[in-house]
């Protein structure tokens, strides 16, 4: 089972960019699809942004297609989010999550870092 440690959140003000950092370990890195998600208070978990194991396909959630990038680094066994032109209702957990490439299931969860955005 791969373990996964976000990083890189933080305040910013509306319209700021923050770039959301997860580490995996434990695991066989190349065999997952990573994805974020990202929780507000009070609100459901939603999907953010995913990408496929050799970082071919990419897949947003449409509030955020066109600010966020999701990217991956098989060396160094790290996905990252790229937020841009950040809003204050954006303000959540985000969590790094994983499944096998070939899978449905997110079966892996990091802890959660904190975004907050001003306005």
């Known amino acids: 089972q791969v373990q996964l440690v976000e990083s890189g959140g933080g305040s910013v003000q509306a319209g700021g960019s923050l770039r959301l950092s997860c580490a995996a370990s434990?695991?066989?890195?190349?065999?997952?699809?990573m994805g974020w998600f990202r929780q507000a208070p009070g609100k459901e978990r939603e999907f953010v942004a995913s990408?496929?194991?050799?970082?071919?396909?990419?897949t947003y959630a449409g509030p955020v297609k066109g600010r966020f990038i999701i990217s991956r680094d098989n060396a160094k066994n790290t996905v990252y989010l790229q937020m841009n032109s950040l809003k204050p209702e954006e303000t959540a957990v985000y969590y790094c999550?994983?499944?096998?490439?070939?899978?449905?299931?997110?079966?892996?969860w990091g802890q959660g870092t904190q975004v907050t955005v001003s306005s």
């Open positions: 434990g695991g066989t890195f190349v065999r997952y699809a």
């Open positions: 999550a994983a499944r096998p490439d070939s899978g449905i299931l997110w079966n892996a």
């Open positions: 990408i496929s194991w050799s970082g071919g396909v990419t």
